[in-house]
């Protein structure tokens, strides 16, 4: 049904209403469903994920660049596709002309996610974890950061995984104006485990409240997104303690084979998935579906702002 459907289109089909009004709608990312988790749970994820957000109230577009097309929506073949084919790209920033100009597959990463749905007028995308500041000496520094700080949407997620040099992708983002919330915590929320011992710039204890900052950056025309970081559920926290090892080992396997660039995150998060087995993979479901609810709660908050209450 949607397979026609170019950019234009949608972005038309996203935009506020002539009234003024607009709909709740969250962007959902693709690459943790090609490249960041095992099939079958990959697909069934993305499934719940669209679910989650439409019972909060708001519509869900996961986004993928299918046959060429930049897509914010996808049909139920479409989803299945990018969950079980083994040519689906991972596509960042400077990926996005070359899967165009060849009309291939794509799934997107936090940064095209991000670039796709603010041209399709979508402000809130929820996602696992970001890309950052890799540990090491290797310069690789994820282009989710470089989005984050020129590309306006609220991008929730549950920080980033300690596989990166966390101290230093804050410091990255500090530099380029980002400004990063801790939902419900004080603490830059660390994937698997809730805390990392580095502080956020604000704590937000609703939605209210983040849509309250987002509006005040909108209307201060400051360039950008928003970094909303929600703490894993208590219930599937992994204790960095436990996490560590593992993070340590599948570091300095991906420096021994001399990985680089695109492949070196996947890498990562596949060692660390086989090394910690069911439990990770528990944890990485877990903080999903519950981004995808607070982003739809921050979603619904901010049409709330321009239209009048319906009751
Ligand atoms: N971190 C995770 N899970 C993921 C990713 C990162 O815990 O799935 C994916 C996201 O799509 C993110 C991308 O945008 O990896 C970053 O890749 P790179 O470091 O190559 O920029
Ligand atoms: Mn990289």
């Not at 402000?123 to 282009?143: K, L, M, P, W």
């Not at 939902?183 to 409240?209: I, M, N, Q, W």
């Not at 060692?271 to 877990?286: D, K, Y």
Request: one cysteine or more.
């Amino acid at each position: 049904m949607h397979s026609n459907v170019s950019l234009k289109d949608e972005k038309v089909r996203n935009s506020p209403a002539m009234d003024g009004t607009k709909r709740p709608i969250v962007a959902l990312e693709s690459t943790v469903i090609s490249h960041g988790l095992p099939y079958p749970q990959n697909l069934e994820l993305a499934r719940e994920m669209e679910q989650i957000v439409r019972q909060h109230g708001a519509e869900p577009r996961t986004v993928a660049v299918i046959n060429g097309e930049l897509r914010a929506g996808l049909s139920p073949q479409e989803l299945e596709r990018l969950a079980t084919s083994q040519h689906v790209r991972k596509v960042s920033r400077r990926d996005l002309p070359v899967v165009v100009a060849r009309r291939l597959d794509g799934a997107t990463t936090v940064a095209t996610t991000m670039w796709i749905a603010s041209q399709h007028g979508i402000e809130v995308f929820a996602t696992g974890g970001i890309g950052g500041v890799h540990r090491g000496a290797g310069n690789d520094i994820s282009a989710d950061l470089q989005e984050l700080a020129q590309t306006p949407a609220i991008v929730v997620c549950a920080g980033a995984k300690a596989i990166l040099d966390l101290p230093a992708t804050l410091e990255y983002l500090e530099t380029f104006g980002v400004t990063v919330v801790g939902y419900g915590t004080e603490e830059f929320p660390a994937f698997y485990s809730r805390s990392s011992g580095l502080p956020v710039d604000v704590r937000c204890d609703s939605a209210g409240e983040v849509a309250a900052i987002w509006r005040a950056r909108r209307e201060l025309a400051l360039p950008g997104g928003l970094l909303v970081t929600v703490p894993i559920p208590v219930e599937a926290e992994i204790p960095a303690a436990e996490i560590e090892p593992a993070i340590e080992q599948a570091v300095a396997e991906a420096e021994t084979r001399g990985l680089r660039s695109a492949e070196v995150t996947p890498f990562l998060l596949s060692r660390i998935g086989a090394l910690t087995g069911q439990r990770s993979l528990h944890a990485n479901l877990a903080l999903l579906r519950n981004n995808a609810r607070v982003a739809s709660e921050i979603a619904v908050a901010l049409c709330g702002e321009s239209v009048t209450a319906a009751g």
